[in-house]
């Protein structure tokens, strides 16, 4: 099976600052993640479910706050089922999911959802240490620097 991503191909979306050298585009940070994500970095109420045959499965709020770390933008939530929302990014109109993949065949809305902070997000204490991690693995794989 091969893992994609929606919004895929976007080459003109580049980095606004050098926090993670190599890091070009969202495909390149999409590619990288693949390797980097694991059952640590999974949401802790999926983590027995996170396979390498489904790597993005829980990593959608951690990836959207990197990825606008990295890109800017905002990030934006779908309301899920459960009441949890599914994080996405948005930068000067241009939309990716990096973690869509998790959804296999499903179709995710994009439009007219609400905004969704990281200083909110990182309230929650296992999300703010799998930000950690993911930040942390990320830096290590891409020779990159504290922000």
Known sequence: MEIGYYGSGQKDIKPVNDI???IGDPD????????LWCSDTCASWLRDKWSDKN???GQCSISSFIAQDIFGGKVYGIL?????YHCYN?????TFDLTSSQFGDEVLSYE???EQL????LKDKDKERRYAVLTELLRDY???KEK
């Open 20 to 22: 993670y050298p190599g």
């Open 28 to 35: 390149e940070l999409f590619e990288t993640l693949l390797k």
């Open 55 to 57: 790597p993005a499965l």
């Open 80 to 84: 899920r089922p459960a009441g949890n």
């Open 90 to 94: 948005v930068i000067d109109g241009k």
């Open 112 to 114: 007219g959802n609400p």
């Open 118 to 121: 990281k200083e909110i997000h």
């Open 142 to 144: 891409c020779g990159g």
